[in-house]
């Protein structure tokens, strides 16, 4: 059974950093691309970053300078550093895994509350 378990979320103020993680549990995911996700209540879920089998990186406008996906191959470990924290990145932040194309594995969340 495949599972995404993401952790290292919480309530900091502007201009500080968070570090999220996610364990991936259930097969082999070093072929798979991985990415993160964030969403808000009342709107679409919004890509933030993710980073392919390669190590190939791609990132949201919105954080781009300021988040850095890495990952950990033979510890099924992603990781998404947060810098330079904006209120506007308050958000429940998603992990999410794609054999191919398509992202069909889903964490259930880690909660980041960025006051002002």
């Known amino acids: 059974q495949v599972q995404l378990v993401e952790s290292g979320g919480g309530l900091v103020q502007a201009g500080d950093s968070l570090r999220l993680s996610c364990a991936a549990s259930?097969?082999?995911?070093?072929?798979?691309?991985m990415g993160w996700f964030r969403q808000v209540p009342g709107k679409e879920r919004e890509f933030v970053a993710h980073i392919r089998w390669s190590g190939s990186t791609e990132y949201a406008e919105s954080v781009k300078g300021r988040f850095t996906i890495s990952r950990h191959k033979t510890k099924n470990m992603v990781y998404l550093q947060m810098n330079s924290l904006k209120p506007e990145d308050t958000a429940v932040y998603l992990c999410?895994?794609?054999?191919?194309?398509?992202?069909?594995?889903w964490g259930q969340g880690t909660q980041v509350t960025v006051s002002s």
């Open positions: 259930g097969r082999t995911f070093s072929a798979y691309a």
């Open positions: 999410a895994a794609a054999p191919s194309r398509d992202y069909v594995y």
